[in-house]
């Protein structure tokens, strides 16, 4: 099959398959006598491993480290349990974060009492002041993936 038809059979964008063989994540195709690439079945099935850990927030230095283990059946799966298990703590972490960014929203939006012109608006008051913070919060010093 050709790309545009992986693409629509693992509903990933073309671009995001390219960038998958160049991280080196997805191997590159055979090509063609066209130099078209030409996928198989193991594509899609790598394919949609990857997207499946991508789904979970993966990072992808986690989801190679993963890929290395699918591709060694005969290893001790103690360092995917490890890998997991630490990935399980990133996203505790994430969900701390967020309900501390929904504090802050909700605290943001009880300054508003009702809407009205925006020279009076408690909201953008708000933002105005807490702009000159120097600290930011948990949730605005993480970037998705990068754990």
Do not use: W
């Amino acid at each position: 099959m050709k790309i545009g038809e992986l693409a629509s059979a693992t509903d990933t964008r073309v671009e995001t398959i390219r960038f998958y063989e160049r991280e080196g994540l997805l191997p590159e195709p055979k090509r063609s006598t066209a130099n078209y690439r030409v996928y198989t079945a193991a594509h899609v099935e790598r394919l949609a491993f990857i997207r499946n850990c991508r789904n979970l927030d993966m990072a992808l230095d986690e989801v190679r480290e993963l890929l290395r283990f699918k591709d060694a059946p005969g290893e001790d799966c103690a360092n995917v349990n490890a890998l997991l298990e630490e990935h399980i703590g990133h996203v505790s972490q994430r969900i701390r974060e967020l309900h501390v960014l929904e504090r802050e929203l909700r605290l943001l939006r009880a300054r508003c009492e009702r809407p009205g012109h925006g020279k009076d608006c408690g909201i953008l008051g708000g933002l105005e002041h807490s702009s000159g913070r120097t600290s930011k919060t948990p949730a605005q010093r993480h970037v998705r993936g990068t754990h």
